[in-house]
């Protein structure tokens, strides 16, 4: 296989992989990639720019799942941290993510073009 249909293969993989947990996490949990994504790293980076990571905490607020809570030392830090249904949510989410993405990569592996290249990848 060559290195671009490698790399096109790599490409097409990660699309209907990403795609599908999209697809699951916003019917079960009515959260995309971006906002589970998030409530797993709320310790550490989320790998967002300063816009995009506002608006993404702006809307976990909306929906409960997180909080604001001014620095005890700085008042003029803010920190935001998981309630406790953000809590809930995402140990509920992290188990389906974790069931949803082991289903589609056994799916995947049926597919003619994509199942070798997932098993090459998987090692």
């Not at 290195?3 to 097409?12: D, K, P």
């Amino acid at each position: 296989m060559s290195v671009r249909a490698t790399w096109s293969g790599l490409r097409a993989l990660h699309d209907r992989v990403d795609a599908d947990l999209e697809r699951a996490l916003r019917r079960r949990f009515r959260l995309g990639m971006s906002e589970f994504d998030a409530l797993s790293a709320l310790t550490g980076a989320v790998g967002l720019n300063q816009s995009s990571a506002s608006r993404l905490i702006t809307r976990s607020e909306q929906s409960g799942l997180t909080e604001r809570v001014v620095c005890g030392t700085d008042r003029r830090g803010v920190s935001s941290c998981l309630t406790a249904a953000g809590r809930e949510v995402h140990a509920t989410a992290s188990s389906f993510y974790e069931e949803t993405l082991a289903a589609i990569f056994a799916e995947v592996a049926e597919d003619p073009e994509l199942g070798p290249l997932l098993a090459r990848v998987r090692g």
